[in-house]
């Protein structure tokens, strides 16, 4: 975490507090219809081509699949089972609030070089967007670092993302594959790394503001060698850099 103390963890509880109460004397806010991001993933990044992720939705199956593999993805079936395909994994269907969307594509270059990036948008309920550190390690994934990225974005401004250093074990051996995962928080006219942003923005928002913004949240992995690591965070940095502007949706109103 960045922030210091325990004095914007009281702030945000405080808010949220304030919040059940102003919810059960006024009721909900609507959820606003504006998401700050695009609903599909950009083709090319850079020299990176991308391919959309599908997945069987039958549960007993779920297999994945890149959309590349059909040649109509709206009325293709899962060649294994038959199957409809989904956006979504079945356990993310069953599991995920109603009106989450999800949204995932592999990038390759002609180097052998891949980016995977995740878009979840959430719907009413903030569950819809998790703290990747608390499911990474139910994936059998360690966590060895946990600090912000910052990526120029043009002369005056600098993205500023949450940057886990991951390992995963390889099938019971000794060999580990390292990976950068990296994330941040999206809606009309604000970003954030930090989740308890997030959650001081929307608990602030109902309470004073009566609103409710759709909030998407954005992830990149890729896996390095742990022997050109610097390497390796300047490609993260340059991928970032040109997805950005390719999924932001511009604000019609800046955001508080
Ligand atoms: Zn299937």
Not at 14 to 33: D, F
Not at 63 to 76: N, Q, S
Not at 113 to 133: A, Q, Y
């Amino acid at each position: 975490m960045e922030t210091t103390g325990i004095k914007p963890l009281l702030i945000v509880l405080a808010l949220m507090i304030a919040t059940a109460v102003a919810a059960s004397r006024v009721g909900e806010p609507e959820l606003a219809p504006a998401v700050g991001v695009t609903r599909a993933l950009p083709r090319q990044v850079g020299r990176f081509t991308g391919h959309e992720m599908l997945y069987c939705a039958e549960a007993d199956c779920a297999e994945a699949y890149g959309a590349d593999e059909f040649d109509d993805h709206t009325v293709a079936v899962c060649p294994l089972c038959g199957g409809a395909l989904d956006t979504m994994a079945p356990i993310e269907r069953r599991l995920l609030p109603e009106g989450t969307e999800i949204v995932r594509a592999f990038y390759r270059d002609s180097k052998g070089s891949s980016f995977f990036v995740s878009v979840v948008i959430g719907g009413r309920d903030r569950m819809s967007l998790h703290r990747p550190e608390n499911c990474l390690p139910g994936q059998g994934l360690s966590i060895r670092g946990n600090r912000l990225l910052d990526t120029p974005l043009d002369e005056e401004s600098i993205l500023h993302t949450r940057l886990l250093d991951v390992r995963r074990q390889v099938g019971g051996s000794d060999a580990a594959v390292f990976s950068h995962f990296t994330y941040w928080y999206i809606a009309p006219g604000r970003e954030t790394p930090s989740q308890w942003r997030l959650y001081a923005w929307m608990a602030a928002d109902r309470l004073i503001h009566a609103r409710m913004d759709r909030w998407a949240y954005v992830a990149v992995a890729h896996d390095y060698n742990p022997l050109h690591e610097k390497e390796s965070l300047e490609k993260l940095r340059e991928f970032l850099a040109n997805l950005r502007p390719l999924i932001i949706v511009p604000a019609a109103i800046p955001g508080a």
